[in-house]
């Protein structure tokens, strides 16, 4: 069994004018490929093979560097590309808003600590929104690690991801990760984020 790219939930202009449509073509067609790829080179006739994206992310400490790289490369795009959608953005509602304000004080102090993680990852990596113990954190990761990983420095269930690697915003935004970042905001699907907050609590 090898793994494959899952086509994208939306159209390739659909998160235009905040991402455009051809970071998205060369992201997911290209840089997703090449991850999934490289992953079913790596573990075609070991004992890897058979197991699930899940299990491997797990066990990234003890694989071989091209499984976790590009293990982690495939949970992670599809985890991201999940967390947009057309015509989102906006605020979260509910019990997910209610815990954000609960752990960062507001929404807006939440989204510039977020920001604020991906902007400062040094490199390339993912800033996060975890479950860690019940509650809401925020943390990042470098390369194509992700806090499910049992070598995270801070372990937890994500429920958001924004990939802060060049690819994912050099097109527009060239050098300005902080403006990709901001930009995010517009395209955050938080219904699906809260669906995934409430099967972590
Ligand atoms: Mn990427």
């Not at 003890?62 to 015509?87: C, D, K, L, Q």
């Amino acid at each position: 069994m090898s793994f494959t790219v899952a086509p994208l939930p939306y159209a390739h202009d659909a998160l235009e004018p905040h991402i455009d449509t051809t970071t998205m073509q060369i992201h997911h067609g290209k840089h997703h490929q090449a991850y999934v790829d490289n992953l079913n080179k790596a573990i075609a006739g070991t004992p890897n093979e058979g197991k699930t994206i899940e299990q491997l992310v797990a066990e990234a400490g003890s694989i071989s560097p091209t499984v976790r790289n590009n293990g982690g490369g495939h949970w992670n795009h599809t985890f991201f590309w999940e967390s947009m959608a057309p015509n989102a953005g906006g605020a979260p509602a509910g019990d997910l808003a209610a815990a954000i304000d609960a752990a960062f004080g507001s929404f807006d102090a939440f989204k510039e600590k977020f920001a604020n993680a991906g902007i400062t990852r040094f490199g390339s990596g993912w800033a996060w929104l975890i479950v860690k113990d019940g509650k809401l954190e925020v943390s990042s990761t470098p390369n194509q690690d992700n806090p499910l990983m049992d070598v995270a420095d801070v372990k937890g269930v994500p429920i958001l991801g924004a990939d802060v690697w060049e690819h994912a915003y050099y097109l527009k935004y060239q050098n300005l990760r902080a403006k990709y970042l901001d930009a995010f905001w517009n395209v955050v699907n938080w219904t699906k984020v809260a669906e995934r907050f409430g099967a972590a609590k």
